[in-house]
């Protein structure tokens, strides 16, 4: 069965720093994988998502994502984080049939410290 | 503006009672879906639908029924046989191809007193 699990449950990244949030998929076709973002209380809002082509997919609010294939991974990637950046992510993927639903990973909750 | 609505934001039912949700979108999307968020276990599938009167189970459907009546419009019914229905609902909507993306609502909060 598909799945896809995030290890991280929560992240403090100071201020400036890199920040990596790791997810880990399981599923024997190509997947097509997604990356979502939400604040407290609200909708989830699309970061970034890979189908095919390049394996380094870039995204909105300066996060990318590196598909690894050989590592059956899709960690989402920024230099330099903004306190407005505090939030939790959600890694999931698409499969089987066309209108599916998603399956999701448990989340990341970022703290930002000043 | 094009986007996907959801009402109530909170909602309170009384143990016993049941409860609609409301889901409405206006892009015209054929697909439409209702997720559960509970606090560390992400959003897991209640029901999904890809065309008007049609729909089908999630991994959580017991206790909830659905409607899809109309394109825009996707209510989720949340009966008293569900045990625990205490939770943070999400309603999202795509193009009904192969893996579109799927675009979310801002969300109910349902509290069962």
């Known amino acids: 069965a598909q799945s896809v699990t995030q290890p991280d449950i929560h992240i403090t990244v100071s201020e400036g720093a890199s920040l990596e949030l790791r997810c880990n998929y399981s599923y024997g076709a190509t997947p097509y994988l997604f990356w979502y973002v939400q604040s407290p209380g609200q909708g989830l809002q699309l970061l970034l998502k890979?189908?095919?082509?390049?394996?380094l997919v870039q995204g909105i609010k300066g996060f990318e994502a590196e598909f690894k294939r050989s590592q059956s991974s899709f960690n989402l990637r920024k230099p330099s984080v903004h306190w407005s950046d505090a939030a939790e992510y959600f890694c999931?993927?698409?499969?089987?049939?066309?209108?599916?639903?998603?399956?999701f990973g448990k989340g990341t909750t970022l703290s930002v410290s000043s | 503006d094009g986007g996907i609505t959801q009402s109530p934001k909170y909602l309170f039912r009384k143990e016993g009672q049941n409860v609609t949700l409301s889901c409405e979108q206006n892009?015209?999307?054929?697909?439409m879906y209702w997720y559960r968020q509970d606090p560390g276990q992400g959003l897991r599938l209640i029901y999904y639908s890809q065309i008007v009167n049609d729909f089908q189970k999630g991994d959580i459907a017991e206790g909830y029924s659905v409607s899809r009546e109309k394109k825009e419009s996707f209510p989720l019914t949340v009966t008293s046989a569900q045990k625990n229905p205490t939770a943070f609902y999400l309603c999202?909507?795509?193009?009904?191809?192969?893996?579109?993306?799927?675009?979310f609502g801002p969300g109910t909060r349902l509290t069962v007193l």
């Open positions: 999202a909507s795509s193009l009904d191809k192969q893996f579109d993306t799927q675009y």
């Open positions: 890979y189908f095919s082509g390049d394996t």
């Open positions: 999931a993927v698409a499969a089987g049939q066309a209108g599916t639903a998603l399956i």
């Open positions: 892009l015209n999307h054929d697909a």
